[in-house]
Every structure is written in structure tokens, then in C-alpha cells.
């Protein structure tokens, strides 16, 4: 029997079947398909669509969230990661109840997002970003509350669908929370709230960075088709991932746009592929150098790199016409006035994780029957600034907001299955195209 469902698990399966038969850890912990769910009074019903890593802790803090949320159906391309995700759950959350999931509601496959979604009051979307749009617009015409990660999209066309969806969801009523926890965060809170009573005059530049020593690579594994090694690999497509720049240094660069008040009006910069360089790293860059222009000449100088064995440093500072601040992740906040001196220093070793808190405050909402959250806008806006930067370093060019926003950019198929073909294809020698400064066109 474990042989069996361990060929069942494989990629075969996933073409011909919406659900998955779970391994035998599963099979002795989950009850079967044909008992009901319980039922509890005012318990709130979570899917979780996207069961990797970060998935696995946006569900984990959900739960934490609220005593009455249950995890009642998960969906994912992947059987093998909605089975890891289930494992790890069970294990953080013994009782059962919490996690009321079964053989006939964990659901793999392309559509499986309709199933779970179908069956929940919020859903928690943390797929890889490619997919983001699509899930929002179907979460919303279902009218489900919706807490998603960053970045909303990986094209201009999916911040279209998102801005749409967004407004769909404002007119429902629902909430909506974007994974930019660190509006959410008590250290940048209470800088933002000095920043706009004056205590460091106007913002007029600002630097923000993420550099670091890169992410995972996943090798090639034999029988895979190229779009399922692509969607194991994600980090490192651009029509997946969106690019360094736009995944994880979204972060900063939404500080910026929060911090000054507006999105940037053009972008330029440069970037390229200086040591990832391998077969195994797709086509994205490896460094990202970007001046943001905002509306009233403030310019924000914007780095992120991956490469390993150099200064990593992922924080921001902006300097005003009467002081300068610097935040970072890390609880920290400092502001200074032009002398030098101290006037307001953050200490928040105490403070609460801010990724709990952004459920924290979706589901307490939710709970009160209030529509008070959405992040939607905020979400887009800084995807789309993300996005601009990489169309200036791709191209080499000056990009206006309005330009990029007018640009038939489309990066994401729709897509059925894993022998569907990958949107961009190795040459001979298994290499992917990468942008060439200079000669591609942003995209």
C-alpha cells in the first residue's frame, strides 16, 4: 500500500486527479472523506491555496490568530508540498480540530484553487506571484475575505486584474490584507507617524536596500517537464517570480512609496548577472541598481543584490530638509534631527511579530464583522514600482509610471497542466534568455 500511494503522489497523478491521496502519516491522522466537518459556533473557515514554506506560515499564524479559525481545504500544484505543509501543521497544532482538513479537501492541480476556495470564508493565496492575480479575482468573485502575499503580480497585466479585483472586494465589503507586514510593524508605525507630524521636515532622498546572499535553487529532477521544473525553480523566472527586485525587495521599496507619500514617477537604473550565472538560475539578474524619481524631485536610490561573500544590508533611510531616518526590520527606528542629534529611537524588542499581526488584524475584523482592511492599492502600487524598476534595469532605458503602465506586458500563460509548454524555453545548451540591457525591451 505505501508503495502505491507513493506513485500516486507522483507528477502522473497530478494530470489526472484534482485531489490528493495522502502518505500514510496522513492517512492514520486525517479523518476520511465521508465524515462531516465539524461544526463549531462562529468558527471563521480558512483555504490555503499555495503550501510551501511561506504558505505553510501564513496558515500557522492565521491559526494563531483566532481560536475559532479552522484550516477546512488547501490546494496546491504540487501533492508532495500540500503533504509537508499538513505534516508540519499537525505537528505545531495536535488538536485535530484546528485542523479540519481531509482526504477529499486538500486538492493538486491547476483549478485546485476553485475547490478550496470554494469551500472557505477567507483564503490565504501564497503561491508563487505568477499566479497571484488569478487567484484574487476568483477569491473576490466569491466573495471571500483574502489575505495575500507580495508580490500582488509579476506583469503590468496582472496589476490590471489586481486593481480591478480590488475595487470588486471594495464594493463587497471585504477585507483584503497584502503580506507588506511591515506596515504592520510597531518600529515603522511609529517612524511613519513622526515622519508626517514633521519631526524630520520634508523627505527629499532616500536609499533603500536589500542585499543579501541569494535563496535555494532546486536542480533539475529526471522526468520533469520544463514548465514543472520551472514551477519548482520559481525563483528564478521572471514570469513567476517577477524578479529579485520585485519579490523580495518590494519590501523596501513600499517603505519608500509609504514614507514619501506617492509612487515614484520614473525609474532608471542597471542591473545584470555578475555570478549567477549558472544553467540553474534561470534568467533573472543578480543585482539591481535603481533611482527612483517621485513626484516632487525626491529621488530614492534602490539596491539589491544576491551575491554571496559581499556586505549584505536590507534596511531603509531618507534623509529631510530637518533630520533623517533608518528603519529596518529588525524592530529598529531611528531619527535624528540635521545635528545629529537624537530625537526619537525605537526600541522594540517586545514588539510583536508583524507577520502575526497583519492576521492578527484581518481576522479580528472579521470576526467583528467590519470591513476596515484593504491593503489592494498599497499592494499593487508597490508591485507596480517593483516592476518599473526592473523594466529601467532590463531595458537600460528611463521608464515613466505612465509608460509602463500603458505597456502590453503579459508575462503569464494560462496554463492547465504540467505538459503545457513553460512560457520561455532553455536553448541547446539549457541556457534561458536574459535580458540585455541596452537591446531587450522592458518587460
Same mark, same amino acid.
Given at each position: 500500500?505505501?508503495?502505491?500511494?507513493?506513485?500516486?503522489?507522483?507528477?502522473?497523478?497530478?494530470?489526472?486527479?484534482?485531489?490528493?491521496?495522502?502518505?500514510?502519516?496522513?492517512?492514520?491522522?486525517?479523518?476520511?472523506?465521508?465524515?462531516?466537518?465539524?461544526?463549531?459556533?462562529?468558527?471563521?473557515?480558512?483555504?490555503?491555496?499555495?503550501?510551501?514554506?511561506?504558505?505553510?506560515?501564513?496558515?500557522?499564524?492565521?491559526?494563531?490568530?483566532?481560536?475559532?479559525?479552522?484550516?477546512?481545504?488547501?490546494?496546491?500544484?504540487?501533492?508532495?508540498?500540500?503533504?509537508?505543509?499538513?505534516?508540519?501543521?499537525?505537528?505545531?497544532?495536535?488538536?485535530?480540530?484546528?485542523?479540519?482538513?481531509?482526504?477529499?479537501? +486538500?486538492? !493538486?492541480?491547476?483549478? %485546485?484553487? =476553485?475547490? @478550496?476556495?470554494?469551500?472557505?470564508?477567507? #483564503?490565504?493565496?501564497?503561491?508563487?506571484?505568477?499566479?497571484?492575480?488569478?487567484?484574487?479575482?476568483?477569491?473576490?468573485?466569491?466573495?471571500?475575505?483574502?489575505?495575500?502575499?507580495?508580490?500582488?503580480?509579476?506583469?503590468?497585466?496582472? +496589476?490590471? !486584474?489586481?486593481?480591478? %479585483?480590488? =475595487?470588486? @472586494?471594495?464594493?463587497?465589503?471585504?477585507? #483584503?490584507?497584502?503580506?507588506?507586514?511591515?506596515?504592520?510593524?510597531?518600529?515603522?508605525?511609529?517612524?511613519?507617524?513622526?515622519?508626517?507630524?514633521?519631526?524630520?521636515g520634508d523627505i527629499i532622498s532616500g536609499q533603500v536596500y536589500w542585499n543579501s546572499g541569494g535563496v535555494w535553487v532546486r536542480p533539475r529532477q529526471t522526468g520533469q517537464t520544463e514548465l514543472e521544473y520551472q514551477m519548482r525553480n520559481w525563483y528564478y523566472f521572471n514570469w513567476l517570480c517577477g524578479d529579485h527586485i520585485v519579490e523580495q525587495h518590494i519590501h523596501n521599496i513600499d517603505v519608500a512609496n509609504w514614507f514619501i507619500g506617492s509612487t515614484p514617477v520614473s525609474a532608471q537604473g542597471m542591473g545584470g548577472r555578475e555570478v549567477r550565472k549558472g544553467k540553474d538560475h534561470g534568467q533573472i539578474f543578480d543585482h539591481h541598481f535603481v533611482e527612483f524619481t517621485y513626484q516632487n524631485g525626491q529621488v530614492v536610490a534602490s539596491q539589491c543584490r544576491h551575491q554571496k561573500g559581499c556586505m549584505n544590508r536590507v534596511e531603509e533611510v531618507f534623509q529631510g530638509t530637518r533630520g533623517n531616518v533608518i528603519t529596518n526590520s529588525s524592530h529598529f527606528g531611528l531619527m535624528k534631527n540635521k545635528r545629529g542629534k537624537v530625537v526619537y529611537n525605537h526600541e522594540g524588542e517586545d514588539d510583536i511579530n508583524p507577520y502575526q499581526q497583519e492576521h492578527n488584524e484581518l481576522f479580528s475584523a472579521i470576526k467583528a464583522g467590519d470591513y476596515r482592511m484593504d491593503d489592494t492599492n498599497r499592494g499593487a502600487e508597490a508591485t507596480m514600482s517593483a516592476i518599473l524598476g526592473r523594466m529601467a534595469t532590463y531595458s537600460g532605458q528611463k521608464i515613466t509610471w505612465d509608460e509602463a503602465m500603458a505597456f502590453d506586458h503579459k508575462l503569464v500563460p494560462e496554463l492547465h497542466s504540467f505538459n503545457d509548454n513553460a512560457p520561455v524555453q532553455p536553448d541547446k545548451e539549457g541556457h534561458y534568455p536574459i535580458p540585455v540591457p541596452g537591446v531587450s525591451t522592458y518587460r
Open positions: 500500500m505505501k508503495n502505491e500511494i507513493k506513485t500516486i503522489n507522483r507528477r502522473g497523478f497530478l494530470e489526472h486527479s484534482a485531489k490528493i491521496t495522502a502518505a500514510g502519516f496522513l492517512m492514520s491522522r486525517l479523518p476520511a472523506g465521508s465524515k462531516k466537518l465539524i461544526s463549531f459556533e462562529g468558527e471563521i473557515k480558512v483555504a490555503l491555496v499555495g503550501c510551501g514554506g511561506r504558505g505553510t506560515g501564513a496558515i500557522s499564524q492565521a491559526l494563531e490568530a483566532d481560536p475559532d479559525v479552522r484550516l477546512v481545504a488547501m490546494a496546491d500544484a504540487f501533492g508532495d508540498q500540500a503533504e509537508e505543509c499538513v505534516k508540519t501543521l499537525i505537528e505545531k497544532f495536535p488538536d485535530s480540530d484546528r485542523i479540519n482538513v481531509n482526504r477529499e479537501t +486538500i486538492f !493538486t492541480g491547476f483549478d %485546485a484553487y =476553485k475547490q @478550496a476556495i470554494g469551500m472557505a470564508d477567507v #483564503v490565504i493565496l501564497t503561491t508563487p506571484p505568477a499566479f497571484r492575480p488569478l487567484h484574487f479575482e476568483y477569491a473576490i468573485s466569491q466573495g471571500k475575505h483574502v489575505f495575500m502575499e507580495k508580490p500582488v503580480a509579476t506583469d503590468v497585466a496582472g +496589476i490590471r !486584474t489586481v486593481l480591478a %479585483a480590488g =475595487k470588486e @472586494a471594495r464594493r463587497k465589503k471585504l477585507n #483584503v490584507v497584502v503580506g507588506l507586514q511591515r506596515h504592520y510593524q510597531r518600529s515603522y508605525q511609529s517612524i511613519k507617524n513622526r515622519i508626517d507630524r514633521g519631526k524630520i
